[in-house]
């Protein structure tokens, strides 16, 4: 069973099978998928999935805050269920492909007090490029 099912049980969250069935699909590591590809997974378990379920249901799970929407240079959006464990992303800049990081050190400490600009920080997005192996 999934950490993302486990965690939407606790929450209490009404575990329909549509529902369960996206969490599934959303459950690993390194998951980055599109709502199209979470429909076509989704559809493979339950094939009377329906394309607007699952977008409802990201949109659900985004607002709960027990997945991450990850955009990347105006490629369609990904769901990342590693919500609760800071990380940045690292991103093929060829075929897309995206990978959780945990690099060393605070990003938010690494910005100096004089470039704040007076700003309270609350969170910091870094997202590292390149090319993976295969496009490399």
Do not use: M, Q
């Given at each position: 069973m999934s950490d993302l099912v486990e965690r939407l049980r606790g929450r209490g969250w009404r575990m329909t099978s549509q529902r369960r069935v996206v969490a599934e699909v959303?459950?690993?590591?390194?998951?980055?998928?599109?709502?199209?590809?979470?429909?076509?997974?989704a559809a493979r378990l339950l094939p009377e999935i329906s394309r607007a379920t699952v977008y409802?249901?990201?949109?659900?799970?985004?607002?709960?805050?027990?997945?991450?929407?990850?955009?990347?240079?105006?490629?369609?959006?990904?769901?990342?269920?590693n919500a609760h464990r800071p990380h940045q992303h690292l991103v093929c800049?060829?075929?897309?492909?995206?990978?959780?990081?945990?690099p060393a050190g605070d990003p938010l400490a690494d910005l100096p007090p004089e470039e704040r600009f007076g700003f309270t920080v609350s969170a910091v997005e870094v997202t590292y490029?390149?090319?993976?192996p295969s496009c490399a």
């Open positions: 959303l459950n690993g590591d390194h998951v980055h998928l599109t709502a199209d590809e979470v429909h076509a997974r409802n249901t990201l949109g659900e799970l985004v607002s709960l805050g027990e997945v991450i929407e990850v955009a990347t240079d105006g490629r369609a959006k990904r769901y990342d269920p800049s060829a075929c897309g492909t995206v990978r959780d990081v945990h490029r390149g090319l993976c």
